[in-house]
Nanobody
Framework: QVQLVESGGGLVQAGGSLRLSCAAS????????MGWFRQAPGKEREFVAT????????YYTDSVKGRFTISRDNAKNTVYLQMTSLKPEDTAVYYC?????????????????WGQGTQVTVSS
């Protein structure tokens, strides 16, 4: 089991920036990929970005490419999501997730462990 704790959410104006952190503990060696998902009110949870612990390979959903950057610090077992040029439509609860799959996936069902989520609100 991998425990995940997100932090860094908050309220920001459109065009602003936030950095989310996800600290992992427990059986972290069992996860190959880490991902960020988000869920807006009344909408389904959607994939945002993913990164591999090993090579640091990344993949993003189209709507955040060029604005969000996912990174990891293996020594700290922490994954980050740097968000810039934020838009009101980025408003959601952001979740960190860990996957034991050896390939990247955009499907939430591929992720075994989830954090509690952190709220990001972007005002216009």
């Amino acid at each position: 089991q991998v425990q995940l704790v997100e932090s860094g959410g908050g309220l920001v104006q459109a065009g602003g920036s936030l950095r989310l952190s996800c600290a992992a503990s427990g059986r972290t060696f069992s996860s190959y990929f880490m991902g960020w998902f988000r869920q807006a009110p009344g909408k389904e949870r959607e994939f945002v970005a993913t990164i591999s612990w090993g090579r640091g390979s990344t993949y993003y959903t189209d709507s955040v490419k060029g604005r969000f950057t996912i990174s990891r610090d293996n020594a700290k077992n922490t994954v980050y999501l740097q968000m810039t040029s934020l838009k009101p439509e980025d408003t959601a609860v952001y979740y960190c997730a860990a996957s034991s799959k050896t390939y990247y996936s955009t499907k939430s069902t591929s992720y075994d462990n989830w954090g509690q989520g952190t709220q990001v609100t972007v005002s216009s």
